[in-house]
């Protein structure tokens, strides 16, 4: 018997959800995102790349903050 932590999140869910989210960037005016692939996983998975930034006017300042966020998952946390 195997009880789990929480209910997984799979590849395709991801996928899914980058897919929709390009969309919704797409529709709207206000923040751009950008999707690029970064490299191919052993089992030739995307691994992505997202820059996500406001788009700017003629007004804005020219000085951008950065955030850089990355992750690791472990076989077997499913909650990372």
Do not use: M, W
């Not at 992505?48 to 946390?77: A, N, S």
């Amino acid at each position: 018997v195997f009880f789990a932590y929480c209910f997984p999140f799979t590849y395709c869910d991801l996928q899914s959800y980058l897919g929709a989210l390009e969309d919704a960037s797409r529709r709207q005016n206000f923040h751009e995102l950008k999707r690029r692939t970064l490299c191919e996983t052993l089992q030739k998975r995307r691994c992505d790349v997202l820059k996500i930034k406001k788009k700017r006017g003629p007004d804005d300042e020219k000085v951008r903050k950065y955030i850089v966020i990355t992750c690791r998952v472990h076989p077997g946390e499913t909650n990372s």
